[in-house]
């Protein structure tokens, strides 16, 4: 069955280093993949999105990487701050579907001072 | 422009009861879609439309019903509600006709059913 798997486990982290967080799948053959923030009480809000044939993508502090053979993305933050706390979700779009998003479970981001 | 929006923020509702959660989108975009939210279990998807009187089901559909007769609203009917049904619901559109890409999430209901 098609998986998508984040670190469970909150990750904690300085202010100002790289936060990396990871989003693997399974049976997938994904067009594209997206990362989204979330605050505690809030919607999720997009952030980047990443195509198939795109190895990395970068906004601002923010770098996305695609590996299609690992079945994985990476999600990094540099020079993180504590306002960049927050929960991070990947979602991929079902093979097929056109129009179905999957999410992750997210993987809670904790920067400290 | 207002976004997506939703509501009620918070509903409270005895096990059998009905209620219709609204939500309403003023960036006329054609694709809309329900999630729930649960812990440890991610965002899944409920229904979803790909424009005005469209719709599909998603990954658990079973309990609730939908309709698109307008590009702007999409209500969320639950008929019966059960305790199973409590958690947060999340009313997203999309950018793109058709496509799911890019979503723009709505604050959410938070609904507990007793």
């Known amino acids: 069955s098609q998986k998508i798997e984040q670190n469970s486990e909150a990750l904690n982290i300085q202010e100002g280093k790289t936060a990396t967080l990871t989003c693997n799948y399974t049976n997938y053959s994904p067009a594209y993949l997206q990362w989204y923030r979330q605050d505690p009480g809030r919607g999720p809000v997009f952030l980047l999105l990443?195509?198939?044939?795109?190895k990395e993508k970068r906004k601002e502090r923010l770098k996305v990487t695609f590996d299609t053979t690992l079945k994985q993305s990476l999600f990094h933050i540099t020079a993180s701050q504590p306002a960049d706390s927050a929960t991070y979700l990947c979602a991929l779009e079902l093979t097929g579907g056109g129009n179905k998003l999957t999410f992750g479970t997210g993987t809670q981001l904790k920067v400290e001072l | 422009n207002a976004g997506v929006t939703q509501t009620p923020k918070f509903q409270v509702l005895k096990t059998g009861q009905s209620m219709t959660l609204q939500c309403a989108q003023d960036?006329?975009?054609?694709?809309m879609s329900w999630y729930r939210q649960d812990p440890g279990m991610g965002l899944r998807l409920i229904h979803y439309s790909v424009g005005a009187g469209i719709t599909d089901q998603g990954e658990v559909p079973n309990g609730y019903n939908v309709s698109r007769s307008t590009t702007e609203d999409f209500p969320l009917r639950l008929l019966s509600a059960a305790p199973s049904q409590t958690s947060v619901y999340f009313c997203a559109t999309g950018t793109k006709q058709g496509r799911a890409d890019t979503q723009y999430f709505g604050p959410g209901t938070r609904l507990t059913v007793l």
């Open positions: 960036m006329n975009h054609e694709y």
């Open positions: 990443i195509r198939e044939n795109e």
